[in-house]
């Protein structure tokens, strides 16, 4: 059991030894070795938590915590062994006062269709969404092999998610349908990049992120795996 | 005279983890360089950002420089009218001439529509827009 845990490169990466977690959630990352079979987390001696792989780490999200110093144990156990291998990881919770109000709601519908790479396609979908007289505020078409993926947010806004819905279906463009972040951040890529990093750090994994500039800000929609998470980061980075 | 026409959109490609597009956008912002537009799409274990840059002397060295493989296409960033007849138009106008379009990203400002647009033929795609008359953006 020793030398397998030598032979391995296991670790807890956030958060480090000693860091002050100061975001209302957070997303623990684990690093271990590809046969791994699973990854638990256990904080302040809680049950095991399962946690969920993916972009090559396993993630663990915890919210709802106090503050205080705390402990975290993860535990791994490989494909080709009985036992587990234990990383314990020490650090403290920081929180600013109790927030005194909610993030402002950025977020918006992005509508999600897949069609052939090929000439008129994506025409297609255009005229049928000005059949239906929806404006299209947002637009990502971009080639993925043989498929053209199209992302799009259509308005009128005051229009409600279920009848936009159903003009689109009406319209013959079937669509997945998710919430996302909208922002407008200076044209300058330095509030970009902060963007980028806040959601780094909190372990925010983005599926996509596409804008174009205005004539005073770029304005971004950015898909991401955890939106209401993401849009407390953002607040508390005042983004 | 298509470069006259088209601007530079730059394409690079990370691996898909937290923290690499906020590596590119740091190396950006330490250019001191204005956006136009931005994509950053996933496809399996990478991440393919592309972006159009308002100045950009010397950007393709500092990318390379941070180890990153630069590619460089010729793009037409152009307005529409804020109708949602006029993308239409646009995306019919180019099939008709059989052109593919590589990807088209953009957002509303104001009472026009802005967009970035890559296309497999931009020669007959620049004949098309001069025909449509359809302007650059500013």
Request: aromatic share 6%; hydrophobic share 45%.
């Amino acid at each position: 059991m020793q030398e397998a845990t030598k032979e391995v490169r296991v670790s807890i990466d956030h958060p480090q030894e000693d860091e002050r977690v100061t975001t209302p959630s957070y997303s623990f990352r684990i690093k271990a070795p590809l046969n791994a079979e699973h990854v638990d987390v256990s904080i302040d001696g809680s049950a095991w938590a399962r946690c969920r792989y993916a972009s090559g780490y396993w993630w663990h999200d915890w919210s709802g915590y106090g503050p205080g110093p705390h402990e975290a144990v993860a535990r791994i156990r490989p494909f080709d062994s009985r036992g587990f291998i234990l990383r314990t990881r020490r650090f403290t919770v920081e929180l600013a006062s109790a927030p005194e109000e909610r993030p402002v709601r950025r977020a918006a519908t992005l509508h999600t269709t897949i069609v052939p790479n090929s000439p008129g396609a994506l025409a297609k979908v255009l005229a049928a969404l000005a059949e239906e007289k929806l404006q299209v505020s947002c637009l990502l078409a971009v080639n993925v092999g043989d498929a053209a993926v199209i992302h799009f947010i259509a308005g009128p806004g005051e229009l409600a998610r279920p009848e936009l819905a159903e003009r689109l279906l009406r319209a013959g463009i079937k669509t997945i349908a998710r919430e996302v972040l909208a922002l407008s951040l200076a044209k300058s890529p330095c509030q970009l990049g902060s963007l980028a990093k806040t959601l780094a750090d909190g372990n925010i994994g983005v599926r996509c992120l596409f804008g174009a500039a205005s004539s005073d800000a770029l304005r971004v929609i950015v898909a991401v795996d955890r939106v209401e998470a993401a849009l407390g980061y953002l607040a508390s980075a005042k983004l | 005279m298509l470069r006259q026409q088209t601007v530079t959109q730059y394409s690079v490609v990370v691996p898909n983890e937290p923290g690499e597009l906020a590596r590119v956008t740091h190396l950006l912002t330490e250019e001191g360089v204005n956006l136009e537009g931005v994509i950053s799409v996933n496809v399996g274990d990478t991440s393919n950002v592309q972006f159009v840059a308002g100045r950009s002397d010397g950007l393709r060295r500092r990318l390379e420089d941070a180890g990153l493989r630069v590619l460089e296409n010729q793009v037409f960033h152009i307005q529409l009218r804020r109708e949602p007849e006029e993308l239409n138009r646009l995306a019919t106008a180019l099939c008709d001439d059989g052109i593919n379009i590589l990807s088209l990203y953009g957002n509303l400002d104001g009472e026009l529509v802005k967009l970035v647009l890559a296309v497999d033929r931009p020669e007959r795609a620049a004949a098309v827009l001069s025909r449509l008359r359809v302007p650059a953006a500013r």
